[in-house]
């Protein structure tokens, strides 16, 4: 009887060779959007876009690293800056009261396997987890991808800007910090024995650390990206980050603090991807009646 009320749309016969209908398909969605709300699927999947091609960005991530890389190399050559620049961090961690960078040591030493444990996840953890975290973006969420990688690069060119300007010595160089190189002593080391001399990496660009910075990255990123609800655990990584690279003696605790903050300018720089969401739909019973326009509101 409700189908007979006028103004009330229903279902109509069906003429010779045509199958009835349920009601009229939305103007604004279209048969294929009204079939896919009627399926469920009204959140848009998160960080889902056109994906950059791929031969154009590694060699663009390639670019970039051959650009850290040698640029860190050319800023060689400052010894007596990179340790006079050290006696003012180590004074001004003092001066802030922040907790010696020796009770970390302290803590890694208790045990040899541990000690080599945190050399080796400052070996070899680093440049791994930061490209399996662009990988894993690019091939699932391109466009945090982007969004990733255009802050990464932000950062880095940052850090390197300030490696030029600012050469620091490493608390495991500075006699009044009396810390021990724990690599140098237990393994494994990536830096060579003679700092001056050392032709794969610039010892002395302390300020900022990228270990944490990028591995601080890497976790946003992944909250960012993912929606499990266990997803905060990821801050576990720049948080053993942050204990590896003072316990070995390589960084001071400013070095992180400056790298988490030039992070945070370069989040504020690059605008994060969206996350849109359509209407929910309500489902109706094959052959139901439509309801009229306005009925919802």
Do not use: C
């Not at 209908?21 to 896919?36: F, K, L, N, W, Y």
């Not at 400052?78 to 340790?83: D, Y």
């Amino acid at each position: 009887m409700a189908a007979g009320i006028r103004g009330i749309p229903g279902p109509r016969p069906a003429g010779p060779g045509a199958k009835p209908t349920a009601g009229p398909v939305r103007p604004d969605v279209g048969a294929e959007g009204a079939e896919r709300a009627d399926a469920g699927e009204g959140e848009a999947a998160p960080g889902r876009g056109p994906r950059p091609p791929l031969l154009r960005e590694l060699l663009l991530v390639t670019a970039l690293f051959l650009v850290y890389k040698f640029g860190r190399l050319f800023a060689n050559g400052h010894e007596v800056r990179a340790f006079h620049n050290a006696d003012r961090v180590w004074d001004a961690e003092r001066a802030l009261h922040l907790p010696g960078e020796g009770a970390v040591q302290q803590l890694l030493m208790h045990g040899e396997p541990l000690i080599r444990a945190a050399n080796t996840y400052y070996a070899a953890v680093h440049f791994p987890a930061t490209a399996a975290f662009l990988v894993w973006l690019y091939l699932r969420r391109p466009a945090h991808y982007l969004w990733s990688r255009r802050v990464l690069a932000l950062l880095t060119a940052a850090a390197l800007a300030l490696h030029l300007l600012v050469p620091l010595a490493p608390p495991r160089m500075l006699a009044a910090a009396g810390l021990v190189d724990t690599a140098r002593v237990y393994g494994p080391s990536v830096y060579g024995a003679v700092p001056e001399t050392d032709s794969m990496a610039n010892q002395f660009a302390a300020m900022p650390s990228l270990h944490f910075g990028w591995a601080l990255m890497v976790a946003i990123g992944l909250i960012a990206a993912t929606r499990s609800r266990w997803r905060v655990l990821w801050l576990l990584h720049p948080l053993v980050t942050l204990l590896v690279i003072v316990g070995t003696a390589n960084h001071y605790w400013l070095d992180a603090l400056a790298a988490a903050a030039l992070l945070g300018l370069a989040l504020f720089a690059v605008r994060a991807p969206g996350h849109r969401t359509a209407t929910p739909s309500v489902r109706r019973p094959p052959g139901a009646a439509a309801l009229p326009v306005g009925a919802l509101r």
